[in-house]
């Protein structure tokens, strides 16, 4: 059974604590996404996948939908209009607060499906905070680390397209078409593509560099978006949500009976 958390009752919610649910939350940003895509695309494309990843699920397992993060650390597109940002450390305070409020309730297993690459960094410092003070499990199903379906996308484009590129813009036609500017779908060439295929560096090469959003292309975006379309949209969407789905029910599944919590200054 799928669950709502805002529409349930208390002691609806503390029954389904009782049953050992699983928590589930989206985790996205507001933010720029060059000419072509709404600021929303992060928080669109979290919770269409998890959507698509709770319809494949087995009606026996008993899951609690939060509320999804909408903003999210997007201090590297800051510098164009639209972008909301967060500090890193107040959105790992933000995630510290709400998973105390899951333990409170006697929920013990919670998976993050993030689709903004800013929410990364924070993500693992918070998630091990609630692991020692609460044991709880606490899974980071960060999409965009999980490796892509090369047969849609080409290899330049998995290399460089990492923001507002051919796979977000397709999965922003599939799912939500009347928010693409179809007429301003462009090539947004990286800056990274001038390095030599043998570099190490890279912006999300094996030795990364930080990175502003305008420092890789000016327009805020990399990739080629003129190559997406509805229906590798679609593709990659069932191919993340069955991803995704795997992560949910090994998550339900997983034996944390031996999960303690430390005290504080343990």
């Given at each position: 059974m799928i669950s709502?958390?805002?529409?349930?009752?208390?002691?609806e919610l503390a029954e389904l604590a009782?049953?050992?649910?699983?928590?589930?939350?989206?985790?996205?940003a507001i933010e720029q996404h060059g000419p072509h895509l709404p600021l929303s695309t992060d928080l669109d494309i979290a919770t269409g996948l998890q959507t698509a990843a709770l319809a494949r699920l087995d009606g026996g397992?008993?899951?609690?939908?939060?509320?999804?993060?909408?903003l999210g650390a997007s201090q590297e597109h800051a510098g164009f209009a639209g972008t909301l940002s967060l500090p890193p450390e107040q959105m790992s305070a933000q995630l510290i607060s709400l998973g105390a409020g899951l333990a409170r309730a006697?929920?013990?297993?919670l998976v993050l499906i993030n689709a903004h690459g800013g929410n990364i960094g924070w993500l693992g410092p918070?998630?091990?905070?609630?692991?020692?003070?609460?044991?709880?499990?606490?899974?980071?199903?960060?999409?965009?680390?999980?490796?892509a379906p090369d047969h849609l996308l080409a290899a330049d484009?998995?290399?460089?397209g990492l923001h507002g590129g051919q796979a977000e813009t397709a999965m922003?036609?599939?799912?939500?078409?009347?928010?693409?500017?179809?007429?301003?779908?462009?090539?947004?060439?990286?800056?990274?593509?001038?390095?030599?295929?043998?570099?190490v560096l890279g912006p999300e090469g094996e030795a990364a560099w930080a990175w502003l959003a305008e420092d890789l292309n000016p327009q805020g975006v990399v990739g080629d978006a003129r190559g997406a379309s509805a229906e590798i949209g679609r593709e990659l969407v069932d191919y993340y949500a069955a991803r995704l789905a795997r992560v949910l029910t090994e998550a339900a599944q997983m034996d944390i009976s031996g999960f303690e919590s430390r005290s504080p200054t343990s």
């Open positions: 709502c958390w805002q529409h349930l009752t208390s002691p009782g049953a050992d649910a699983l928590a589930v939350m989206a985790l996205g397992l008993n899951v609690v939908v939060l509320p999804p993060m909408a006697g929920l013990r297993r918070a998630a091990l905070e609630l692991r020692a003070r609460h044991g709880m499990l606490v899974v980071k199903a960060n999409y965009m680390l999980m490796r484009e998995l290399r460089h922003m036609l599939h799912l939500h078409p009347e928010r693409v500017r179809s007429d301003r779908l462009e090539c947004f060439p990286s800056c990274a593509e001038m390095l030599p295929d043998s570099a």
